[in-house]
């Protein structure tokens, strides 16, 4: 059973262009969680989704980003128009249900870099 | 919403010797407090974790403690090991739809 699967692994982008993240869940699992980690901080929440529906996106900037689970294929994290504030490492994590009652894994993460 | 602190940032300690990080939350509505190991350049990964319904749960030489009264969670790492150099994040779980994570604490073991 692979693990939560994000590609691409380093991304560079211009100031201006979009940046896709792709995540692929652990096989059996329908809950997907997106997270943002900056350099030398902890973890902050994105947004959290299920099959073809956002659950909780509170965490997401209202402006640039968008995230999605469609029901077949990965889910992705789409930023446009990134700027280098954007640069970050992005991480995805899975789970079966809801995290309060099953554990979640994470990918190895997608690192953004906007030049 | 959940606020969660974690102490402290940096540690180092003797090979051997036991490490302890602490976690305090703010929002007595959780009730899943999972632990993770993040090595440079990798992902988060999942190492222990705890439910509201128990007070301790250990898995070889790392254990959890959870005081639910006064809203802290800690783990222990004992006997360490230079592998066990990292950044743990501790987290916590409301309603289970996301974490709300720690700052993080980096960990050296010194051999």
């Known amino acids: 059973n692979a693990g939560v699967m994000q590609n691409p692994r380093h991304l560079v982008r211009r100031r201006g262009q979009e940046a896709r993240l792709r995540c692929s869940p652990m096989?059996?699992?329908?809950?997907v969680y997106w997270y943002r980690q900056l350099p030398e901080e902890g973890l902050k929440f994105m947004v959290y989704l299920q099959k073809e529906n956002i659950i909780d996106e509170s965490g997401m900037p209202k402006e640039r980003f968008s995230a999605e689970f469609p029901k077949e294929g990965p889910s992705i994290l789409r930023i446009q128009q990134v700027v280098r504030g954007d640069s970050a490492a992005y991480f995805c994590a899975s789970s079966p249900s809801d995290i309060g009652n099953t554990e979640a894994f994470f990918g190895q993460g997608t690192r953004l870099t906007v030049v | 919403g959940e606020n969660v602190e974690q102490h402290p940032s940096t540690l180092s300690v003797q090979e051997g010797d036991s490490a302890v990080i602490k976690c305090t939350y703010s929002?007595?509505?959780?009730?899943?407090f999972p632990w993770y190991k993040q090595e440079l350049g990798k992902g988060p990964q999942l190492i222990i974790d705890i439910r509201s319904n128990v007070g301790e749960k250990k898995d070889q030489r790392i254990a959890v403690t959870l005081n639910k009264t006064a809203k802290h969670f800690s783990l222990h790492i004992t006997e360490t090991q230079p592998e066990d150099s990292a950044v743990y994040f501790c987290a916590a779980s409301i309603n289970g739809n996301q974490f709300y994570f720690g700052t993080g604490t980096s960990l050296t073991v010194i051999p």
């Open positions: 096989k059996g699992h329908s809950h």
């Open positions: 929002d007595s509505a959780s009730n899943y």
